[in-house]
């Protein structure tokens, strides 16, 4: 019963930055692990960042060492810290969530959230 909204995209220029929130609210029992993932335009939805309740992290080469996912458990909340930002990386963001770290992965979720707007551009 956990419902999850993103904020914080907006318009950058490459090499800047931008951080993302994931608020979590009503029930998070069950929850084991957070993925932020993003879909461009005719693109596939792809994960960017997943987090696990140990506190284990994974991103894929395409933001490694840019994207830094983590989460405060006192706001129930999980952000997606982008630094060098490129083009390629506008797309909408979104977060989801699920018992497995291998859930996340396939990103088999019923539902999605709004997402938020990042935009790479000068």
């Known amino acids: 019963q956990v419902q999850l909204v993103e904020s914080g995209g907006g318009l950058v220029q490459p090499g800047g930055s931008l951080r993302l929130s994931c608020a979590a609210s009503g029930s998070i029992l069950g929850i084991n692990a957070v993925g932020w993932y993003r879909q461009a335009p005719g693109k596939q939805r792809e994960l960017v960042a997943a987090i696990t309740s140990t506190g284990s992290t994974t991103y894929p080469n395409s933001v490694k060492g840019r994207f830094t996912i983590s989460r405060d458990n006192a706001k129930n909340a999980v952000y997606l810290q982008m630094n060098s930002l490129k083009p390629e990386d506008t797309a909408v963001y979104y977060c989801?969530?699920?018992?497995?770290?291998?859930?996340?992965?396939?990103?088999?979720?019923?539902?999605w959230g709004q997402g938020t707007q990042v935009t790479v551009s000068s």
């Open positions: 989801n969530a699920g018992p497995t770290y291998w859930s996340v992965v396939r990103a088999d979720f019923t539902s």
